[in-house]
Every structure is written in structure tokens, then in C-alpha cells.
């Protein structure tokens, strides 16, 4: 059934998807992320080094709901450039670096279409790669929806899993998609034989925080999930002293979801 909403409505939707947009922003740089260093060459890798608070990143995820009340998520996060508290955008050149993960959890709302939805981690697992990029990788999932990539001669970095996330999503009705958001925080274990990569400080963080703010125009919805093409996002490195409420990701994203539950039911009376 479709739903007409009044203009005198819309600017409701939107502040939540503006204040929505804004903590997402927030959090990633929350208290200015400490900086790090990466030295390509001691994993055998090209690029200069390059000193950032922030790893920017593309996010190309499949999203199942597999009952009314659990998902599952899969897919890849893709290295951009990075971001530093006086650079917006620093490249690497000839430097190729992704995560690969799948993800699992519980949610309320599996039409994302037609109202806000909020998710949150049960699991989530991922090993970050680099590689030599030379302009040919590509990311993306085949007409069957596994999780496909074209990267060669991938070494690996690092893994982690889970301590708290979780996600949300704000209905758009201009384009009958929606906005989709999600923040976690994961333990970030090095590996060994690569140790070199990550040059400061030293020891490295053994936290890292990740948060995603995707637009519509990201999304592509199918019967029981979405796809997420090129959505945005960025991580961060703590210390796990630092982080002394892993679990406020989850609640934020929570608080999110709800707000734009909130909106829609008032669009509703």
C-alpha cells in the first residue's frame, strides 16, 4: 500500500535523516581519532607511507533478512584514500587495501522501504588485505549475490571480530529507497609476518571503529535485503583504553532508528 506524505510532513523526515547523517559524521571523528602511520613497503607492498587519522572507505554489503527478526550481512569495504585532521583526502598511490566480512544479527523491521528499521550485531567477523593496485580490481557481488573481487597477490593484515554495532535505516520517500547506517567497534589483531605495515605508533591500536552513513542512491533493495554499492564510511584506530563503552555504537544506531521510526509514525496520524 502506498502512502502520500503531506510537505508540510517531509521536513520532519529530514531532520532526522540530517541529525541521522551528523551523528554518523560525529562519531567517526569522535574526539579526534589519534593518528597512525601505515609503511607499505615493509609488507612488501607499493605506496608511500602515509601518516592519517582516518582510513576512507567504500562500502559494497549484502544485507538478508532471514526471518522477521535476524539478518545476515556480507561483503567488502574498500580503502579510498585516507583523512587526517588538516586533509580531507590523502591518496596512496599504487597502495590497494579492503576488508572482507560477514556479519549476523537481530532487527526490528524488514521493509526498510516503509518504515525505519533497527539493527544490531550478534557477529561479525572480517580480515583486512592489501594489495598492489594497479586500476583493475573491482568489488561487487554476481547475479547469484555472492560477494565477488578481482584484487591479486592480496597479503593479510590484520583480523578481528565483534565487541558492539549495530545499524538503522530512515526511509526515503522522494526516491522510495532509504538511508542506511551502521557503526561498530572490533577488535583489531595484526598480523604477524606483516606487523611492519602498521610502522606507529608502536604497539599499534588493538581497537578499530568503523561508521557508515549510505544514501539512497547506494541502495538497491531486493525481495528479503538490500545491496549497498559505494556507500561511505570511514575507520578509525583506539586503544582499548580508550573505549570505554564499545557498545555505544549499537545505542546510537538504535537511537537513530528510532527516531525515524518516530517520524513515520507521526507521518501516519
Excluded: H, W
Aim: aromatic share 12%; net charge negative.
Amino acid at each position: 500500500m502506498s502512502m502520500k506524505i503531506s510537505s508540510t510532513r517531509l521536513p520532519l523526515l529530514r531532520t532526522a535523516v540530517a541529525l541521522a547523517i551528523a551523528a554518523a559524521g560525529s562519531a567517526a571523528m569522535a574526539a579526534d581519532p589519534p593518528s597512525f602511520t601505515f609503511d607499505p613497503a615493509a609488507a612488501g607492498l607499493t605506496g608511500d607511507s602515509v601518516t592519517a587519522n582516518n582510513i576512507l572507505i567504500s562500502d559494497y554489503s549484502k544485507v538478508t533478512f532471514t526471518s522477521a527478526t535476524t539478518f545476515t550481512e556480507t561483503g567488502y569495504l574498500v580503502m579510498t584514500g585516507f583523512q587526517s585532521a588538516t586533509d580531507p583526502k590523502i591518496t596512496v598511490p599504487g597502495l590497494g587495501m579492503y576488508v572482507m566480512f560477514t556479519a549476523s544479527g537481530t532487527t526490528v523491521g524488514t521493509d526498510p522501504t516503509a518504515a525505519g528499521t533497527v539493527a544490531t550485531f550478534n557477529s561479525l567477523t572480517y580480515t583486512l588485505y592489501g594489495y598492489n593496485d594497479v586500476g583493475t580490481a573491482t568489488f561487487g557481488f554476481d547475479a547469484g549475490g555472492n560477494a565477488v573481487e578481482t584484487a591479486a597477490g592480496e597479503k593479510v593484515l590484520a583480523t578481528g571480530s565483534l565487541i558492539s554495532g549495530g545499524g538503522s535505516t530512515l526511509p526515503d520517500p522522494t526516491t522510495g529507497k532509504f538511508y542506511a547506517f551502521a557503526g561498530a567497534s572490533l577488535n583489531f589483531d595484526i598480523d604477524a609476518t606483516n606487523a611492519g605495515f602498521f610502522a606507529a605508533p608502536n604497539p599499534f591500536y588493538d581497537i578499530a571503529l568503523t561508521t557508515f552513513a549510505n544514501t539512497p542512491d547506494t541502495v538497491t533493495p531486493f525481495e528479503g535485503g538490500f545491496y549497498i554499492t559505494q556507500g561511505g564510511g570511514k575507520i578509525s584506530f583506539q586503544q582499548v583504553s580508550a573505549v570505554p563503552e564499545p557498545e555505544t555504537y549499537a545505542l546510537m544506531l538504535a537511537g537513530l532508528g528510532a527516531v525515524g521510526f518516530v517520524a513515520r509514525r507521526r507521518q501516519r496520524s
